[in-house]
Every structure is written in structure tokens, then in C-alpha cells.
Nanobody, 123 residues
Framework: VQLQASGGGLVQAGGSLRLSCVASGPTSGTYRVGWFRQPPGKEREFVAATTYSESSTYYADSVKGRATISADNAKSTVYLQINNLKTEDTAVYFC?????????????????WGQGTLVTVSS
């Protein structure tokens, strides 16, 4: 199973975007899907995570209060809405999943990375 992120683009600071993460194959409500981002010249960092059944959600402090992660299990799709975008949100956004029964922000524990989607926030 591979997860493909889409929905990025160029947006002004203060604007909003909704990113989508679609799985290429069957998934389970227990799979944990994470959104990560990689700013230019920096390491990949955790943004938000949930399960396909939305039994729990997690956010990085940098987006808490501005982001909402949601899932549509029937469509094997996870969404990430970010409001009040800041220039520091500029990055390539990726999604991956894991089957472990715990939450983690470690990208090496996720798999199924597809091509990311670029979000550019202008001032």
C-alpha cells in the first residue's frame, strides 16, 4: 500500500489549504496515518496523525489549534486542513502509515511514503 499526498499549492499567509492522502490499496481502521513535512534543507518532521477510524488524533505543537486531521475510512483517505498558514509552514508534505498499536512521531516507523505535495506560503 502506498499513500499519495495531494492538494498543495501557493497560498498567502493567513490562508488555508486542505491536503488529501489517498491509499493505493486496502487499509484498516486500525492503521495509523501520519502527515509529515520537510521544509527546504531540513529534516522530515511530524505534523499530525490519526487512524482511519479516527479513534485518536495527534498534532505537533507547531500546528496545534490551526490544523485538523480527519479520515474517510470508506475512501481510504486522510485529510489535513491547515488554517492561518504561516511562512514557516512552507514544506513538502508527505503521508505514511504504520500498523503498530501506539502513536509515534518517528518517520522511520512509517511506511508507504508516496510523492509529497509542495505547500508554499508567501508573506
Amino acid at each position: 500500500v502506498q499513500l499519495q499526498a495531494s492538494g498543495g499549492g501557493l497560498v498567502q499567509a493567513g490562508g488555508s489549504l486542505r491536503l488529501s492522502c489517498v491509499a493505493s490499496g486496502p487499509t484498516s481502521g486500525t492503521y495509523r496515518v501520519g502527515w509529515f513535512r520537510q521544509p527546504p534543507g531540513k529534516e522530515r518532521e511530524f505534523v499530525a496523525a490519526t487512524t482511519y477510524s479516527e479513534s485518536s488524533t495527534y498534532y505537533a505543537d507547531s500546528v496545534k489549534g490551526r490544523a485538523t486531521i480527519s479520515a474517510d475510512n470508506a475512501k481510504s483517505t486522510v485529510y489535513l486542513q491547515i488554517n492561518n498558514l504561516k511562512t514557516e509552514d512552507t514544506a513538502v508534505y508527505f503521508c505514511g502509515f504504520h500498523k503498530n498499536p501506539f502513536h509515534t512521531i518517528a518517520p522511520h516507523l512509517y511506511t508507504g511514503w508516496g510523492q509529497g505535495t509542495l505547500v508554499t506560503v508567501s508573506s
